[in-house]
């Protein structure tokens, strides 16, 4: 079992930056890759942004340039610096980490955190 706490979130203007957090707690060892989804009103939820235990990231093409995801392993948290901010940037964003199939039994399963607004006004 893993818990995921995200935080950060807010009201920014356009231009503006936030940077958001995600806890995580519990069986934390069995947590390979963790990334960033985000999910706008009457959208469907879309990745941000995804980090692998060593490091590689991959970015959706809406936000590279913009946001920088990163990962303290040590800390179990993982990070979102979004930059640049724009009003089609507004969603609910969450925080996911995969469990690895030797924990869980299971390819392919994800914990989620409860999620943060970001709201970016014009």
């Known amino acids: 079992q893993v818990q995921l706490v995200e935080s950060g979130g807010g009201l920014v203007q356009a231009g503006g930056s936030l940077r958001l957090s995600c806890a995580a707690s519990g069986d934390t060892i069995c947590i390979s890759a963790m990334g960033w989804y985000r999910q706008a009103p009457g959208k469907e939820r879309e990745l941000v942004a995804v980090i692998t235990s060593g490091g590689s990231t991959n970015y959706a093409d809406s936000v590279k340039g913009r946001f920088t995801i990163s990962r303290d392993n040590a800390k179990n948290t993982l990070y979102l610096q979004m930059n640049s901010l724009k009003p089609e940037d507004t969603a609910v964003y969450y925080c996911?980490?995969?469990?690895?199939?030797?924990?869980?039994?299971?390819?392919?399963?994800?914990?989620w955190g409860q999620g943060t607004q970001v709201t970016v006004s014009s």
């Open positions: 996911n980490a995969d469990y690895h199939e030797y924990c869980s039994g299971y390819p392919n399963y994800d914990y």
